[in-house]
């Protein structure tokens, strides 16, 4: 998505929270994967300072691998960071995460355009 | 993204309401108010003050704010010897419950980086210029403690209700990259 069709995207999307900058959230899934974070938290599946550490190891590793590291690219260390550590701690695995990634492709790819992306069995194939 | 979610909400971790609940909650109750109003209280109550730069987080808990994660919270004074700017050079960590999501610019590298090297280049790219004889001290937050820059009192104040005070200080006056609103001055 370009910048200026996220920005129209967002601000489509009166929810999205703002700050003095603009959205502090780029997407609706960046607020996804911080309200994830802090619910699994809550839950108790792992400790705030594992989480910061882990995220702080997520993006040493993506600056190694070429990310500017801007603040952009923030939530993606984030949902990179969350799915790790979901993974390592045995709540879901990275088959079972390709798996349900798999199946919403394929959901997105049958529904028609403007149809809300529905996830069903048989996208399970 | 989806996968995650769907993953986790069928496994019974995450409820799809109470995702929404959060990011409502960041959305319109949580943001630099929260802050804005603590500050305004230390300013106009003494007492308060003392006790909330002695313990941050117990000084605020009286308010009735108490953190999610845990951490512990440090409010540290300017003074007019000293400008006290708050990083996070590791990975972004921010005092939330106070000042709300951080905005894009404390999260890059930039940033991250130079707050630390160059404080007060840093500073002057804010448009905040910190005088030579001013020490800057810049507070580097971790998993378990984050910082709160308490801002000194704009002058020409005197008199001025905590509500009316709430009003001038801003969000980056609290991070240390910025100083409250001037009475008077447009918000």
């Known amino acids: 998505m370009s910048s200026t069709l996220a920005a129209a995207a967002t601000a489509a999307i009166p929810s999205i929270p703002r700050d003095d900058d603009g959205p502090v ?16 938290h809550d839950r108790g599946v792992f400790t705030w300072p594992e989480w910061a550490s882990a995220l702080a190891d997520e993006i040493k590793r993506a600056q190694a691998a070429g990310d500017p590291d801007t603040g952009e690219t923030y939530y993606l260390h984030w949902l990179a960071t969350l799915e790790k550590l979901v993974a390592s701690k045995g709540v879901a695995s990275t088959e079972t995460l390709n798996r349900y990634r798999d199946a919403w492709d394929h959901a997105a790819d049958r529904t028609p355009h403007g149809k809300p992306i529905e996830l069903t069995p048989e996208d399970f194939g | 993204m989806r996968a995650l979610e769907t993953i986790l909400t069928e496994k019974g971790y995450v409820e799809p309401a109470a995702l929404d609940a959060i990011i409502q909650a960041y959305e319109t109750k949580i943001g630099p108010h929260n802050g804005a109003r603590v500050v305004a209280k230390a300013w106009t109550d003494p007492a308060f003050k003392t006790a909330l730069l002695e313990d941050g987080s117990k000084a605020i808990g009286t308010l009735g704010h108490v953190s999610r994660v845990g951490d512990h919270l440090v409010v540290v004074e300017n003074t007019p010897q000293r400008h006290n700017m708050v990083v996070c050079t590791l990975c972004s960590c921010y005092p939330w419950e106070m000042l709300g999501l951080p905005p894009v610019w404390y999260k890059a590298a930039p940033y991250r980086s130079r707050a630390v090297k160059d404080p007060r280049g840093m500073l002057a790219d804010f ?3 910190v005088p030579k004889d001013i020490e800057i001290r810049v507070w580097d937050s971790t998993a378990e403690t984050r910082f709160l820059v308490l801002p000194m009192r704009p002058e020409g104040t005197e008199g001025w209700s905590e509500e009316q005070l709430t009003e001038l200080v801003t969000r980056d006056s609290m991070i240390g990259t910025g100083f409250p609103r001037k009475p008077g001055a447009p918000s």
Do not use: D, K, S, Y
């Open chain 1, 25 to 40: 959230f780029r997407a609706p899934w960046e607020a996804h994967a911080f309200a994830m974070v802090l619910t699994l």
């Open chain 2, 127 to 129: 448009g905040v210029t």
